[in-house]
């Protein structure tokens, strides 16, 4: 399993170390956490590793594009493993619970803008805004 992501960090020319295989693997399974949850769970696996390593970490995977980074609102910037496919996210506006929602068209800017004004668009921010099933659910029952 951890192979993969090793192939992964040489196809971006990142060497290969034991925290970004971590943090790799932190978010390939827990999608959309922050970074304090990634640092949580990397320490389950590497229990000396620095908040300052896994900053760093967390930046040199997103710049090299084998993360991403989403900053919904004003929340607080989580990150996520599935990158290059332009899906979009649905946020819960009551707990903030993310889940992840494909795009239709698969490509930026999927929205044509209708006046782009000579700029040359290279993205459209998409987020739905609503409530997730367990905070509707609430709702109903009070
Ligand atoms: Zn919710
Ligand atoms: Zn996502
Ligand atoms: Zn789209």
Do not use: K
């Not at 971006?12 to 943090?23: F, I």
């Not at 696996?45 to 090299?64: C, G, I, K, M, N």
């Amino acid at each position: 399993m951890t192979a993969d992501l090793e192939a992964q960090l040489r196809a971006a020319s990142l060497r290969v170390t034991r925290p970004r295989l971590a943090v790799l693997a932190a978010l390939r399974d827990h999608p959309h956490v922050d970074t304090d949850t990634v640092i949580a769970l990397v320490r389950s696996d590497l229990p000396t590793v620095s908040h300052q390593a896994v900053y760093d970490v967390l930046r040199a995977l997103t710049e090299a594009g084998l993360v991403r980074r989403i900053q919904p609102g004003r929340s607080t910037a989580r990150y996520e493993a599935r990158v290059g496919d332009n899906h979009h996210h649905v946020v819960c506006r009551s707990c903030g619970v993310i889940a992840d929602v494909d795009c239709a068209v698969g490509h930026v800017p999927c929205l044509t803008a209708s006046d782009d004004h000579g700029f040359v668009v290279d993205e459209a921010e998409v987020v739905y805004w609503g409530t997730c099933p367990d905070c509707a659910a609430d709702r109903i029952s009070q």
